[in-house]
């Protein structure tokens, strides 16, 4: 007799990834696709190659982490154990204006360039490249791939100071063409950061544009996420409408002391313009960021603590006064002479960051930078913090709620089909995980700590990850776009 069904899991509390209520049910996968679900008893028993019993355990989708800079790490480290270990399935890539392809660099990579590794890590002139790279890789988790604006501009700019001007304008749409021909989801900018500042709204509704003429998003890094946060969030509105594009605006915060509770005016003015025109934003679920060591962002009114350092790595995890002290130097000389590092900046506030989560736009995204020396929590902690503290402790939310926020409203906003929810069809990205126990460990000061309650994670229906064996096989693909 044949089952059938490869894996039938019974016992179930089913969060479909829609916002819906729990149910008690059943669910059977075969291949890559979930073969069916329903009740208790919708299954014939003994109709699983493999019966899993979960005992009451909750079962989701797997969880889609809608902003990473994990870019590399899949390709280098692809067991991606930092996030499966969360009970995450499939990554968003190229946030920030930040992407391997197409860019190559023969000197070191500039900054936030270097968040994603040295000039060896840059080997992907087009986009088909770095796809058959993912191809080859086979990571542990799905990757659906935006195309930073930094890259673009890196690409076909001599000078990356200004605005891009014709020839380079045309050679970046002809990358844009190429990049949705190949799987890409749509663009990114990062017009905080110096390789991308120089665009204004011409150059980046332009861009955009080609990347919806393609059936892309638009993800952005504003310009301003400080004083000028609502002026940044006028532009950002204006590129979008203009280059009709869906709009997600990156790790949604109000940052510096003198910013603290103007969520209340951000929030109520994006929910407006959700209204007329797609918006969404990403949040992760900490009130400190991290990034380049900046100037900029070097103040004494919050706290700095070094990420990474390439000159002295013996200040990793150390904080900036501290470390001004020891040098009897000021902490802006300090901060020149620890470069180049990165930072995690405590420049939110907690209040701010609850109001943001629990926003019907919000996503999560961890924005964890894998290639950090003493990373921020959030590249190992985000997913079930959000369950385990926010939802569960706090109760800002319910369970299925923050599921949502991180299964179907993800794939429905960066249209990944056939991702983000539990239905006969979809594929087979599972979580089994206990709501009681689920919670992250990673802290600032111990950064790279496994999280709890999570059971099993399937990835394209392959047992992936189980808390007993840790990772046990990698099936992740390219996902979303014309992939
Ligand atoms: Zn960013």
Request: negative net charge.
């Amino acid at each position: 007799m044949t089952t059938a069904h490869d894996h039938v899991f019974r016992n179930a509390l089913i969060y479909d990834g829609s916002g819906a209520a729990p149910y008690r049910g059943e669910l059977g996968l075969t291949g890559d696709r979930i073969s069916a679900i329903g009740g208790p008893g919708s299954i014939p028993s003994d109709a699983g190659e493999r019966e899993h019993d979960l005992g009451g355990l909750a079962l989701s989708p797997g969880f889609i982490d809608a902003h990473t800079h994990d870019d590399r790490i899949v390709l280098d480290v692809p067991d991606m154990l930092p996030k499966i270990s969360q009970g995450v399935t499939s990554v968003v890539v190229g946030n920030c204006g930040i992407s391997l392809a197409p860019v190559t660099f023969s000197g070191p990579p500039p900054a936030p360039m270097n968040l994603l590794g040295e000039a060896r890590a840059y080997q992907f002139p087009s986009f088909a490249a770095y796809a058959a790279a993912l191809a080859r890789a086979v990571p542990g988790v799905n990757v659906a791939a935006l195309v930073g604006h930094s890259a673009l501009r890196l690409a076909t700019m001599d000078d990356i100071a200004g605005k891009a001007g014709p020839a380079a304008l045309d050679a970046m749409l002809a990358h844009a063409d190429e990049a949705m021909a190949h799987g890409a989801i749509g663009l990114s900018t990062g017009l905080f950061y110096p390789t991308n500042a120089g665009a204004d709204i011409e150059e980046v509704t332009r861009v955009a544009g080609r990347f919806a003429e393609h059936g892309g998003v638009y993800a952005t890094h504003m310009r301003d996420e400080q004083d000028d946060v609502l002026k940044s969030i006028e532009e950002t509105i204006t590129t979008a409408e203009g280059a009709r594009i869906p709009l997600i605006i990156s790790h949604h915060k109000c940052a510096g002391v003198h910013n603290w509770g103007r969520t209340l005016e951000t929030l109520p003015r994006l929910e407006a313009i959700a209204e007329r025109h797609p918006v969404n934003v990403d949040v992760y679920p900490y009130a400190a960021g991290s990034t380049n060591l900046r100037a900029d962002l070097i103040t004494d009114t919050y706290r700095i603590m070094i990420a990474w350092s390439r000159p002295h790595p013996e200040m990793n995890a150390r904080d900036l006064v501290d470390i001004a002290k020891e040098w009897d130097l000021d902490i802006h000389e300090t901060a020149r002479r620890l470069q180049p590092a990165g930072a995690i900046y405590f420049q939110m506030d907690e209040a701010d960051v609850r109001r943001v989560i629990s926003s019907k736009l919000a996503m999560i995204g961890s924005d964890g930078l894998p290639h950090d020396d003493h990373p921020h929590p959030r590249l190992w902690g985000t997913f079930p913090r959000v369950i385990g503290h926010y939802a569960r402790d706090l109760k800002l939310f319910s369970i299925e709620a923050a599921v949502h926020k991180m299964t179907g409203l993800p794939a429905k906003v960066f249209k990944l089909a056939g991702r983000g929810r539990l239905a006969a069809g979809a594929f087979a990205d599972l979580v089994v995980f206990d709501p009681a126990t689920i919670i992250d460990k990673a802290t600032y000061d111990k950064p790279l700590q496994q999280s709890l309650g999570i059971a099993k994670v399937f990835v394209n229906g392959v047992l992936s990850f189980s808390a007993a064996e840790g990772v046990v096989k990698r099936a992740g693909r390219l996902i979303g776009g014309r992939a």
